[in-house]
């Protein structure tokens, strides 16, 4: 089937099979591969990305379903010259990552949170990355990042 | 991991959807939020040959105030029904129940007619809509019809919906108390279904993971009617269920768990109310 998605503002016209997952729309078709595949099953949250800007799990939901809406992926978050997202910005401050396999979902899962939410405690974080396992950090400074984010720490 | 090949249908109305179902049969499934029907695909568990897309329907999402109940329509997310103030002031327990189930990325995708539909014993929402005694509307090719909670959920995954019948609205009545709630959760990890929970909505309590269905603790709420004790009622709590044993919890724990919980549950009710 035709698809049109508006991915990082640019529009994308594709055709594609009608079981084509979001995530592989993004990362074959789109080419934008900062999107990672972790469980594929829901449970772990790195193919976060924004529908009509709230995180969703891309591996779960269809190209199809995402037709004629707007995604946002973590190439998009930066401005057009080129400067960080505060809470890109803030993961860096902050050393919110090590391997970086989480990172993209994690990134995107908090620009949500603190558009419905911006200034969570840290408890409200951490319930907000119930979705986002990581398998280095121990989490501690990548909440760290958020609170640092919301509070403008790192604007 | 992809689902089989299917053939997508999006309907732009409930009545397109309706005629889409009967026009396909038995080898269509509606999908709503799709965060229980894609990952069942996934695993080869469904594969149905259409999808009829039920998510562009804005016109069964919404949670009106109908004076006696409150309307909630199916395809409404679960972050909607975890934020809505008229549920927040009318009926408590079902915007926190909401605000339990997976992660924030599966509410804002996940549909409470989805959860209602799917019919899963492990789920929260039907277990949080039984003890609130709500009703649920189905429309199909022959017309619309409401049925109790009470009544709708039969077995494993199995509910009181025909074949290409479309849940469209849940009504849930007014609680004369809304405080008297309380929500349990027992779970070994964050975002997994409960391993056994509890919903209470004053002397009625809904036992989530304790038989093939949501189920009410109905040993527990005749002896609270004839004036037992919280802990004495709570004793009771294991009594009729049929839980199963699995690599979370044996049978003899889940019973353990339903009685400790609902001791809570009536506690904490009673406390706020
Ligand atoms: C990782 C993960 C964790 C989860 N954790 C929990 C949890 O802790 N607690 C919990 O309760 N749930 C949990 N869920 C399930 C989640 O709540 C689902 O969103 C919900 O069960 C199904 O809603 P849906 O809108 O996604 O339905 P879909 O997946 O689209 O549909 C489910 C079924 O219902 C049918 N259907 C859907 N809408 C209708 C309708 N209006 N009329 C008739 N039939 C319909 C579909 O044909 C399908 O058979 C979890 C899911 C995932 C992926
Ligand atoms: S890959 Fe989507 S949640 Fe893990
Ligand atoms: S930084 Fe390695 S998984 Fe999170």
């Known amino acids: 089937m035709k698809v049109e998605l508006t991915v990082n503002g640019k529009d ?13 729309f993004l990362r074959d078709v789109a080419d934008l591969t900062a999107t990672n595949i972790g469980c594929e099953t829901t449970s772990c949250g790195a193919c976060t990305v924004l529908l009509d800007g709230e995180s969703v799990k891309s591996c779960t939901v269809l190209a199809a379903q995402a037709d004629g809406r707007s995604v946002t992926t973590l190439e998009g978050l930066a401005s057009d010259a080129g400067e960080m997202h505060p809470v890109q910005k803030a993961f860096h401050e902050e050393h919110g990552l090590q391997c970086g396999y989480c990172t993209p979902g994690m990134v995107m899962a908090i620009v949500s949170l603190l558009r419905e939410n911006p200034s969570p405690t840290e408890e409200q974080v951490r319930a907000g990355l119930e979705g986002n396992i990581c398998r280095c950090t121990g989490y501690h400074n990548i909440v760290k990042a958020a609170l640092s984010a919301a509070s403008g720490v790192n604007p | 991991m992809i689902p089989p090949a299917f053939t997508y249908r999006r309907a732009s109305s409930a009545d397109e959807a309706i005629a889409l179902a009967a026009e396909y049969g038995d080898d269509a499934k509606y999908l709503a939020g799709g965060h229980s ?7 080869r568990f469904a594969a149905p040959s259409v999808l009829i897309d039920l998510g562009r329907l804005p016109e069964l999402s919404y949670i009106r105030d109908e004076r006696t109940y ?24 079902l915007a926190h129940t909401a605000g339990r189930v997976g992660d924030p990325q599966i509410r804002h995708r996940g549909t ?9 014993a492990a789920s929260d929402l039907p277990a949080a809509l039984l003890a609130l005694d709500a009703t649920f509307v189905a429309r199909g090719p022959s017309g619309t019809r409401s049925v109790q909670a009470a009544g709708f959920f039969k077995g494993i995954f199995e509910t009181d919906l025909e074949p290409g019948e479309l849940l469209t609205e849940i009504q849930v009545p007014k609680p004369a108390v809304p405080a008297a709630w309380s929500f349990q959760k027992f779970t070994k990890r964050a975002i997994d279904w409960a391993i056994v929970g509890v919903a209470v909505q004053g002397h009625a309590i809904a036992l989530i993971n ?3 269905t949501p189920l009410r603790a109905t040993a527990a709420e005749a002896a609270l009617a004839s004036g037992a004790s919280i802990a004495d009622a709570a004793a009771l709590a294991a009594e009729g269920t049929s839980a199963g044993s699995d690599i979370h919890a044996t049978k003899a724990f889940r019973e353990h768990l339903a009685r400790v919980l609902v001791k809570r549950a009536l506690e904490e009710a009673g406390a706020r109310s």
């Open chain 1, 12 to 24: 994308i016209t594709a055709d594609v099979e009608d079981r084509t997952l979001l995530v592989h």
């Open chain 2, 70 to 93: 409150v309307a909630i329509g199916a395809l409404t997310r679960h972050h909607d029904v975890q934020h809505s103030p008229v549920l927040a002031a009318q009926i408590p327990l």
């Open chain 2, 112 to 120: 409470i007619g989805g959860s209602v539909a799917h019919g899963d």
């Open chain 2, 210 to 212: 304790m038989g093939t």
């Open chain 2, 37 to 43: 029907l894609l990952p069942l695909m996934k695993l």
